[in-house]
């Protein structure tokens, strides 16, 4: 195997990547319940021949963490297609086809909803709870 592009200079970043720190990339927004908003929904190709995602962005609306962005990504699979349902079936949108979402996102988006925030082997995860999003919309 070959390694290409060794003659690219990268000098110029030598003093900053000397002193550039090692942050956690994980979210400042501790574990637990958040009342939040869809921010913005997106249907994302999977790059490399993987499967599409559905990317949910929620904005926390009340407490310490107001205005602090949290993302849920679901691949689109077959065996995650009862998982994505439930997702929109929890926010109070039901829909027969898959193909139908796009056309749907925009009565998602500023709908408030109680998510979960559950840090478990350093994965984030986001979920969608059902009482508080029925408690919400009545």
Known sequence: MQFQNASVDLSRFDEAYESAAIGDQSSPVPDGEYTAVVHQLEIKEGSYGASPSIVWTF?????????????????????????????????????????????????????????????????????ILWSAVRAISD
Do not use: Y
């Open 59 to 127: 904005r926390i609306t009340n407490g310490e963490w107001s205005d602090q962005l949290l993302q849920k990504r679901r691949p689109v699979m077959d065996r995650s297609l009862s998982w994505i349902k439930e997702d929109f079936t929890k926010c109070g949108l039901e829909f027969q086809r898959l193909s139908d979402l796009p056309q749907h996102i925009p009565e998602l988006i500023g709908r408030e909803m109680r998510i979960a925030k559950r840090t478990k082997d350093g994965f984030v995860n986001v979920h």
